[in-house]
C-alpha cells in the first residue's frame, strides 16, 4: 500500500496538464484502477486482515482523490498566470495622432436638421430605400401615365423575364414615407423622414444618389399659414442667422394642392458658394398642403384632416451652409477633402449648445 501511495502521488506531482491526471485518475482510483483491484481482494481475507485493510484502502483512495483535485487547481492557476503574463498590455501608451474620422457633412446637416425639428415637435420616421412603386408614384397620385414618372428619372430594379409584378424602384424621393406612416400611426402625424434618395442626374448640384429629409404633419386644422412658418423657423435654425431671404414660388406637385417651392439668396463668386448675398438664388424644397387622394391613400378621412408635406434637399443645405462648391465631391470619399469640410466626431449638433461649432 506505501508501494501504490508512494508511486501515484509522485506520479500526481510530475503531471504536466489536465490529460495526463485524468490518466491517473483512471489508473489509480477508477473502477478498474489498482485500488479497486486491491478492494476485491478484501473478500479473500480473514475477518482481521479485513478490519485493518479496508480503512487503509480507503484512506489510500482518499488521498489519491484530494492530490489528484489540489493538482488540478494549481494547474488552472499556473494556465491562468500564463495568460496574464502574455496577453498584457500597456493602456497607458498614447493613441496615434491623426487616426480620428471626421463626420460627413450630410451627416452633420442630418443631425442638426433633426435637432430643430425635434424642438418644433416633429418624430423620425424611415422607410426604405427600394420602394414598390405604388408608395412611389401611385400612392402620391402619380399614376401610370404621370409625365412625373418620366421627369424623376427613375431607376427601376430589374425583373426577370416573365415575372409580371408591378415593378421595385430605387426611391425617387422621401414622400413615400408620408404613406407608410400614416398607414402605420394614423392622425394626428408630425414627423420628418430623412435619407437617400436616387435619381439619374449628375453636375455641379446633382448626384444620382443624394439626401432628402421630409416633412409631414397632419392634423384637423392644419394651414399654409403653419407650412410657411415651420419652413422659416427651420431655416433661421439651421443657418444660425436672425433672417433669411426665402423665396416661395406657386409650383406644381401631384401630391400637394396647392404646392410651392422654395429658394434661398446666395451668390457663386470666383466658384465660391456663399449664402445671404447676390443675385443667385438656389432652390431647396418643394411643399405644399397634401393632396385629399394622398391622405386616403394613406387610410386617413381627407374629410376630417388635412396636412402640410415638404421635401427639403438635405445636401443643397450643407452646401450652402458650409460653402462647398460641388455636389458631386460630398461622395467621392476623398481622404483630403473629408478632413477639410469634416466635423468632431464627438459633438453632438444641439440648438442650446450650438449646432455646428
Ligand atoms: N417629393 C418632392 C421632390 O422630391 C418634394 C416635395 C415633398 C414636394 C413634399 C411637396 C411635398 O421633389
Redesign the pocket.
Known sequence: MDDLKAKYLGQIADAGDENALEAIRVAAVGKKGEVALKMRELGKMTPEERQVAGPALNALKDEINSALSAKKAALADAALDERLRTEWLDVTLPTRARRQGSIHPVSQATEELTAIFAELGFSVAEGPRIEDDWYNFDALNIPGHHPARAEMDTFYMHRAEGDNRPPHVLR????PVQIRSMEKQGAPIRIICPGG?YRADYDQTHTPMFH?V?GLAIDKDISMANLKWVLEEFVKAFFEVDDVELRFRASH?P??EP?AEVDIRCSWDNGQLKIGDGDDWMEI????MVHPKVIAAGGIDPDVYQGF???IGIDRLAMLKYGIPDLRAFFDSDLRWLRHYGFAALDMPNLHGGLSR
Do not use: K, N, P
Request: glycine share 16%.
Open positions: 425617387t424621393h422621401t414622400s434618395v432628402q421630409e406637385f401630391f400637394t404646392s424644397l418643394g411643399s405644399g408635406a415638404f421635401g
